[in-house]
T-cell receptor
Framework: SQTIHQWPATLVQPVGSPLSLECTVE??????LYWYRQAAGRGLQLLFY??????ISSEVPQNLSASRPQDRQFILSSKKLLLSDSGFYLC??????????FGQGTRLTVV | DAKTTQPPSMDCAEGRAANLPCNHS???????VYWYRQIHSQGPQYIIH???NNETNEMASLIITEDRKSSTLILPHATLRDTAVYYC???????????FGEGTQLTVNP
């Protein structure tokens, strides 16, 4: 069966510090991968999606970047965090006609 | 992807059926209806999806109208653990992303 791993679960980072969130998927090949963000009390916003290694599409301009160095690995990064980067970050995967499946999320607080 | 409209909130008594409506009047022929839910502080959970026919699984039933312009998610015996925000989304099977609206906050009361 397919599983998705996302870590860490919570993170507190100072303004200006770098960020690296990692997500890996097991049990499937060539999945579509996604990073979403949910600000407090708001809906989910798609940040990035990838249909293959090295292929990244950005949905909104922002202070973040994404990379896909391996088929089942998706990384969300920032060189310098802003206060507005605080939120709940979710990695997800999908494949053909299956639904989209989400990790448990990382709650990031920038202080 | 077609836009969906859902009521912002609903209440349901524990043990009763919860019927969550969704309007998607601009849905196109190759778009599926997906339902997800998000329990507080967790990632969204896939519930069910369908194209034309009604669907049922261990979690819920999905009723899609004949003209496909609306659908209803049915939780047959709601429990307190079903309290969550429920999202109705339409997209192509091969679509590369889900677009979440505001969803419906379902509160199951004891």
């Amino acid at each position: 069966s397919q599983t998705i791993h996302q870590w860490p679960a919570t993170l507190v980072q100072p303004v200006g510090s770098p960020l690296s969130l990692e997500c890996t998927v097991e049990g499937t090949s060539n999945p579509n991968l996604y990073w979403y963000r949910q600000a407090a009390g708001r809906g989910l916003q798609l940040l990035f999606y990838s249909v293959g290694i090295g292929q990244i599409s950005s949905e909104v301009p922002q202070n973040l970047s994404a990379s896909r160095p391996q088929d089942r690995q998706f990384i969300l990064s920032s060189k310098k965090l802003l206060l507005s980067d605080s939120g709940f970050y979710l990695c997800a995967w999908s494949w053909t006609s299956l639904g989209t499946f989400f990790g448990q999320g990382t709650r990031l607080t920038v202080v | 992807d077609a836009k969906t409209t859902q009521p912002p909130s609903m209440d349901c008594a524990e043990g009763r059926a919860a019927n969550l409506p969704c309007n998607h009047s601009t849905i196109s022929g190759n778009e599926y209806v997906y339902w997800y839910r998000q329990i507080h502080s967790q990632g969204p959970q896939y519930i069910i999806h369908g194209l034309k026919n009604n669907e049922t699984n261990e979690m819920a039933s999905l009723i899609i109208t004949e003209d496909r312009k609306s659908s209803t998610l049915i939780l047959p015996h709601a429990t307190l653990r079903d309290t969550a925000v429920y999202y109705c989304i339409v997209r192509e099977t091969s679509g590369s992303r889900l677009t979440f609206g505001e969803g419906t906050q379902l509160t199951v009361n004891p």
